[in-house]
């Protein structure tokens, strides 16, 4: 080896240590995504053991993007990043999940029953449930709702923290390497956490004594490990630091506040940013609403219903890896972003349309198959795509802007649907008996105009030379 290249040589290009440091950063994504999804399917139980309603237990979940979305704490995130780097952000958003997940738990364990701290909440935010009403509180909402919805509040600014600031730290580690396939294993990991919690949270919670705070004592207990993974993944981070040295082109080109500016003036970045909150907003406010969608179209048990869901996330964990590797060496990323929105599309509409005509299971599977897929297509085309739009310098910053917006859209279209359930359905009291074609009219609606910003975008890449339909692994 010559001196140029032993100069040349760090961390990243050892292929152990690099796929060692995603490891670290994807454990504690995956253990964010768990503690995400841990009540999901307890509501019952929330409703016996602590008498949550089906109104109280949609402000906790809403609570998670409140402070993003309304206190632009994504945006703080994202400068955060930017200015103090991957290390310290990894660290401060481990740290906010843990504590955020922590005060969740005590609120709904058997300490916070009678406690002072019940008292306080009792008393607080009594706000009326109407429309303008759009904190995660109201008045009559069980003190242990409100408490949860802080610490889940917390915690959805810490996730969100998370994922912004493991997008970067791949990028850092892999650009010019395997990048996508790193973010595709790393959103194979997370799913994989979403398919164990819809599993496995009932059981826990089902050990007698059947305990609702069990399953989240269990899923504080990994995010401390997330945690400690953060910790050990900036002791790698500073080691890469220190070997990159002066060779690091960011060192002599700081983030400036005032660069943000760049990101909003481009045309290719709302593109990115649209295309990603329409697609989004099909997807996780879809997936609330899913296992009674299909018990109302199969008049199926929330368990049957459940069997079928549970292939979607672990299809798309299946798939998204490979199709990151598809994108690193042959490219293709806006048609994959096309791709996706068509299939989406063809999904909602046949649940829309085909599904309450046949009542067939097989056309619930195939359209769920289908949404698989397309969840392996965009976000494994999306994240990998916006390095190529943006300064590396203000990659944290861009990262954060799209969660941004992307997170309004999460907050809006699960109320949105939820009050087109109700207006399409009048008079209708029993939830199995609701009829989903206007709203999965509306996800299919989603779906057009993504796909209508996927043709601009590809577009605008053919235009202006982005790369976007390049490979990232340069022969
Ligand atoms: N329940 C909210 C999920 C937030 C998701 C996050 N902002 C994101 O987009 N992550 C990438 C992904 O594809 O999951």
Redesign the pocket.
């Known amino acids: 080896m010559t001196n140029t290249n032993k100069i040349q040589q760090t961390l990243r290009d050892s292929k152990a240590a690099r796929w060692g440091a995603l490891v670290l950063l994807a454990s504690a994504m995956f253990f964010g995504y768990i503690f ?1 999804d841990i009540l999901s399917p307890l509501q019952e139980l929330l409703q016996i053991q602590r008498e949550w309603d089906p109104a109280a237990y949609g402000r906790y979940a809403g609570s ?1 993007t409140f402070l993003n979305v309304f206190v632009f704490f994504l945006i703080f995130a994202g400068i955060i990043l930017d200015k103090m780097g991957v290390r310290f952000t990894a660290i401060l958003s481990g740290s906010v999940m843990f504590l955020g997940a922590a005060v969740n738990y005590y609120a709904v364990s058997d300490a916070f029953v009678g406690s002072s701290a019940e008292t306080f909440m009792n008393n607080f935010m009594n706000l009326p449930l109407s429309w303008w009403n759009i904190t995660p509180f109201f008045d009559g909402m069980p003190a242990s709702a409100k408490m949860s919805a802080i610490g889940f509040m917390f915690f959805g600014c810490g996730v ?1 923290m998370a ?1 912004i600031t493991v997008s970067r730290g791949i990028v850092k580690w892999f650009k010019g390497k395997e990048m996508a396939l790193a973010m595709g294993v790393e ?1 194979a990991i ?1 799913r994989i956490g979403v398919a164990v919690v819809v599993l496995g949270s009932p059981v826990l919670a089902s050990i007698d004594p059947v305990s609702v705070s069990r399953p989240v004592a269990v899923a504080v207990l990994l995010l401390l490990i997330g945690l400690i993974s953060f910790i050990c993944y900036a002791f790698m981070d500073k080691k890469l630091e220190k070997q990159l040295g002066e060779n690091d082109e960011e060192k002599d080109d700081p983030f400036k506040v005032s660069d943000l500016g760049k990101i909003f003036s481009s045309k290719v970045f709302w593109l990115v940013a649209l295309l990603c909150v329409l697609y ?1 907003s099909a997807i ?1 406010p879809f997936q609330k609403y899913a296992i009674n969608m299909l018990q109302c179209n199969l008049s199926f048990s929330a368990e049957q219903a459940g069997w079928i869901f549970f292939v979607f996330p672990l299809g798309a964990a299946a798939i998204t890896p490979f199709l990151g590797n598809f994108l690193d060496k042959k490219g293709k990323g806006a048609t994959m972003l096309i791709l996706g929105a068509v299939l989406m599309i063809v999904c909602h509409l046949s649940f829309a349309l085909l599904l309450p005509a046949t009542q067939s299971v097989l056309v619930a599977y195939l359209g769920i198959v289908l949404l698989g897929i397309s969840f392996s297509l965009v ?1 494994a085309a999306l994240w990998p795509s916006v390095p190529k739009l943006v300064d590396s310098r203000l990659l944290g910053s861009a990262y954060a802007v799209i ?1 941004w917006i ?1 997170n309004i859209g ?1 907050y809006a279209f699960p109320m949105i649907i939820g009050s087109v359930i109700q207006s399409s359905n009048p008079g209708v009291t029993n939830p199995l008996e609701y009829n989903y074609t206007v709203p999965m009219l509306v996800f299919a609606s989603l779906g057009v105009f993504a796909l209508i910003l996927g043709f601009m975008l590809k577009a605008e890449d053919k235009k202006k030379g982005y790369g976007l339909e390049l490979p990232n692994i340069k022969e």
Do not use: H, N, T, V
Request: charged fraction near 15%; avoid cysteine.
């Open positions: 995400m998670e969100e994922g959103m997370a989004y996780f976000p969660f992307q999460l």
